[in-house]
Nanobody, 119 residues
Framework: QVQLQESGPGLVKPSQTLSLTCTVS??????????WVWIRQPPGKGLEWMGA???????YTRSSLVSRASVSRDTAKNEFTLHLNSVTPEDSAVYYC???????????WGQGTQVTVSS
């Protein structure tokens, strides 16, 4: 069974960098054809796809976030990480990591982690 677990700070101050890590078990993040994605849901809003890294290490980001967000990975730890800099209160959301089958179909999800941006 594939399992994903998000970890990181629950509270971040404005202008700081948010880093969230997703630890994967039951599957390798280097296995084809999967992509590993970050998604968030601000309060009262829908899901927003943020970025991803694919099985061979190519990372890509939502165009509206490309100047602030990036995704990296540690294959030895089977983890991938979201970095979001210059955060504002509008970045407060529940952040999820998930596995993408390669067609924007997300078949396994983490439980989500609440991040609040506040001074």
């Amino acid at each position: 069974q594939v399992q994903l677990q998000e970890s990181g700070p629950g509270l971040v101050k404005p202008s700081q960098t948010l880093s969230l890590t997703c630890t994967v078990s039951g599957a390798s993040i280097t296995a084809s054809p999967y992509h590993w994605v970050w998604i968030r849901q601000p309060p009262g809003k829908g899901l927003e796809w943020m970025g991803a890294i694919n099985y061979w290490g190519h990372a890509y980001t939502r165009s509206s976030l490309v100047s602030r967000a990036s995704v990296s990975r540690d294959t030895a730890k089977n983890e991938f990480t979201l970095h979001l800099n210059s955060v504002t209160p509008e970045d407060s959301a529940v952040y999820y990591c998930a596995r993408d089958t390669g067609n924007y179909a997300w078949d396994f999800w983490g439980q989500g982690t609440q991040v609040t941006v506040s001074s």
